[in-house]
């Protein structure tokens, strides 16, 4: 199965492979609410508490009878007496009495009767026993009222929702120890080559050490998924299929990095597509690097294979694998790849109706950035380790020129 | 202590307090390679080994001697006679002689006395034994030399670089299994206030539950650090004193979000002036929320005090706390926050000289991102978790108006 003739542009094949795949429920499971950062929420959070309980005051200043202030201003202050202060973290035992007023701290409750808190600033105490308020208050102002910010029953936070750190904190605020998120989807992650040895071996004349398993196990657990590695294949069809095949029914997906050889990574579409219907969705992509990109789905699970070059490798890994398990992990908002615009430091030609993603360097100046792209040779792995980010060339455009401003995306 | 007439701009303020740190080296640690991602090398990283060790072929083709193609062109090939293929993942058992070629796949090793490769699309089989060579290569053309990328004793990491996909793939390709990395900086965290609650309880009437030790240690452990967690601290001189100076003795920096009235934050603020010299650099910024934040430095470490209010705890801590664990850590590159440039929806004021950040929804068209302002009547951490991201309003502006284009922040 050689490379499809015509080449999808990525977005087209990425759309193409995820409408292949059912629309599952993602499996869930229980986490520590305090150890949950990153995961995405199996279910929506629902309120199980009135927040705020009780009335509180968002100001430092003085408890009041709303009405007792009616009118007052600069020239001509509302005098009132002043009342016990009220504590905070405990439910003040006193309520106020008309011409009351009682200092209260910002998150104070507010006593009994008392139905809006003057802020210090408008305030002035004139004697042991009297404060003058230079401002009128309405009923309720500066203050929060029970369950204002959420009642009980209501949303806190929706399904298939990332915990960053405020959702950390909304949990706390319900006082939710343990929450539902989404299984982390697990991705096998399968290396081919028969040149291709582990790391922890010294390799032979001939023999190159397998990066793409540990860069690629590396980029899916920054997704959000869970990679589970099956090794090294030799560049053989029954032990790919068996292989793959044993990675599809314990994963949710599985990434295969290919030979580097058009032949070896031809075996590697021929095999997918014997693991199941529909199969092979895509057999070349407009991108470079990443050109002989495969997409498929078996048996109602998607199978990303990559080229065998592990600059290439992690590009594609990026454009695909990670939209992927965000896809699996059932994220309602897909999060949004870092970037930043900077200025090129050199003329960058691409070929129109193809999409390039190339190295580059970024430098601060002190207006903007500037983006100084890396050529290497061999396009190897150091490539990448010293690169900021990668340039994004789009289909539609045949290069840019030296100052023209690119879009330059984190690595 | 009260806050500081002037109010310092952020950035001004983070400088001031960085500058006071000592300019010591970060502890080390050894990590398992391919289970360091995020992690930071605590020293340059150098190459053992030639890489490649051999010389090889970046293309499927034919290896040949450069001169055996002298001249060749798509009018007048050369005419090479077929050797052995050579062989993927060994050492081919065989040289090339004069006027002979080899077929060969990208990665594969050169025969012995072939110095070039031919592309396939270059060269036609005309026989069971002959190739057309259509097109002449240089010495060296399509193929890598030994040590070409990196020679024994290069720099292939520097010291204080973060490890990403890309650089745990250097390290596989190095074979190096461990590699020595920067502890994570230890960052204390403390809460005070006397209405806070451990969120496992039930608040009594007046009680609220601790938000910002959860939220707080969520960020610290995006940011690179690791948070030590010292509790709920009354609003008591002794007890706080205590229990910072203990903080500061056993972490590399202590974070502090002060209660949310006035007197509770001035109570902090002495507190940390008795701890050590210098003290208390910093009692206001000029930014919302946020304002009355407190940074110092005693014996030599760094002491936050965060507003009580947890959005704007979340806010200044982005501000103040992320780059100070970067800075612990030895980074050398600081990471840029992600950003969007979005169009805002509705008019947005500000006061002059002062930075504003402000939670914001955004919503993909077509075009672009719109952003849409959060308020919320008490800035809860609700507001934070509807939110995507927080819109940047400069210190020089006063306002934005509808249809302008801000930066927004991610959450």
Redesign the interface.
């Given at each position: 199965m050689p490379e499809f003739l015509e080449l999808l542009p990525p977005g087209q094949a990425l759309a193409l492979m995820l409408n292949h795949l059912p629309d599952a429920s993602p499996a869930l499971e229980t986490a520590l609410?305090?150890c949950a950062?990153n995961r995405v929420t199996g279910a929506p959070v629902v309120s199980g508490e009135l927040?705020?309980?009780?009335s509180?005051s968002?100001v430092?200043g003085y408890a009041v009878r709303a009405r007792d202030t009616f009118g007052a201003s600069d020239s001509l202050p509302a005098y009132l007496s002043l009342g016990p202060e009220t504590?905070?973290?405990?439910?003040?035992e006193f309520s106020l009495v008309e011409g009351q007023a009682s200092l209260i701290?910002?998150?104070?409750?507010l006593p009994a009767d008392a139905d809006a808190v003057v802020m210090?600033e408008h305030t002035q105490a004139t004697g042991s026993n009297e404060l003058e308020v230079l401002r009128a208050v309405g009923e309720g102002e500066n203050t929060?009222l029970p369950g204002?910010?959420?009642k009980v029953g209501q949303e806190?936070?929706p399904g298939g929702a990332r915990l960053?750190?405020?959702?950390?904190?909304?949990?706390?605020?319900?006082?939710?120890?343990e929450v539902i998120v989404v299984k982390r989807p697990r991705i096998g992650v399968l290396s081919s080559?028969?040149?291709?040895v582990p790391?922890?071996?010294?390799?032979?004349?001939?023999?190159?050490?397998?990066?793409?398993?540990?860069?690629?196990?590396?980029?899916i657990?920054?997704a959000g998924g869970e990679p589970v590695q099956y090794g090294i294949i030799p560049?053989q069809a029954d032990t790919l299929y068996q292989t793959l095949n044993t990675a599809l029914q314990e994963c949710d997906a599985a990434v295969i990095t290919a030979?580097?050889?058009?032949?070896?990574r031809d075996l590697t579409a021929d095999v997918i597509q014997k693991i199941g219907d529909p199969g092979v969705l895509v057999h070349g992509v407009s991108v470079r690097p990443g050109k002989p990109t495969i997409l498929a789905v078996c048996k109602g699970k998607a199978i990303v294979g990559l080229p065998?070059n592990?600059?290439s490798a992690?590009v594609i890994a990026r454009l695909f694998v990670a939209p992927l398990i965000h896809r699996l992990a059932g994220l309602k908002?897909i999060p949004?790849q870092?970037?930043?615009r900077a200025r090129l430091k050199i003329n960058l030609a691409s070929q129109a109706g193809r999409e390039d993603w190339i190295p580059a360097r970024l430098i601060q100046t002190d207006e903007y950035y500037e983006a100084e792209p890396i050529f290497?040779?061999?396009n190897?792995?150091?490539t990448?380790?010293q690169?900021?980010g990668l340039i994004y060339i789009p289909a539609d455009v045949t290069g840019f020129s030296a100052g023209n401003f690119v879009k330059v995306e984190?690595?």
């Open positions: 609410a305090h950062l927040l705020p309980a009780f509180r968002t430092d504590p905070m973290g405990k439910a003040p701290h910002t998150g104070g409750m210090l929060l204002e910010d959420l806190a936070l960053r750190p405020p959702e950390i904190g909304v949990l706390m605020a319900l006082g939710i120890a080559g028969d040149e291709v790391p922890q071996k010294s390799p032979q004349p001939g023999q190159v050490r397998d990066i793409n398993s540990y860069s690629l196990s590396a980029l657990e920054q560049d030979g580097s050889s058009a032949s070896t065998g592990p600059v992690l908002k949004l870092p970037s930043v290497f040779k061999s190897l792995i150091f990448l380790a690169a900021d984190f690595l």
